[in-house]
């Protein structure tokens, strides 16, 4: 079992930036895929990034490709998407979530997921 909480939403100014936090908890967390989805108002909750259990891969959805970057430290327990170059349309409730499955970008591929954390960009 895997639990996740993540942290670090907010309101920025387009062309700012923002640092999400996860904290997976659970015996066997290194052991995933650790991703990111997000979810905007009236629409379908979409792929951002995933990185595999050990760090070597990632994957990342084109509209945030070079802008986002996300990364894992095993030792402080803790997944990151660092997001720069925020322009509104990055407004959504973002989502970590963990997979036990070689990494992939349907909603359907992850087992466990956080409750979510507000980001705002203001134009």
């Known amino acids: 079992q895997v639990q996740l909480v993540e942290s670090g939403g907010g309101l920025v100014q387009a062309g700012g930036s923002l640092r999400l936090f996860c904290a997976p908890s659970g015996r066997t967390w290194g052991s995933y895929s650790m991703g990111w989805f997000r979810q905007a108002p009236g629409k379908e909750r979409e792929f951002v990034a995933v990185i595999d259990w050990n760090g070597s891969k990632t994957m990342y959805a084109d509209s945030v490709k070079g802008r986002f970057t996300i990364s894992r430290d095993g030792a402080k327990n803790t997944v990151y998407l660092q997001m720069n170059t925020l322009n509104p349309e990055d407004t959504a409730v973002y989502y970590c979530?963990?997979?036990?499955?070689?990494?992939?970008?349907?909603?359907?591929?992850?087992?466990?997921w956080g409750q979510g954390t507000q980001v705002t960009v203001s134009s």
């Open positions: 979530t963990a997979s036990n499955t070689p990494i992939g970008r349907a909603v359907a591929d992850y087992k466990f």
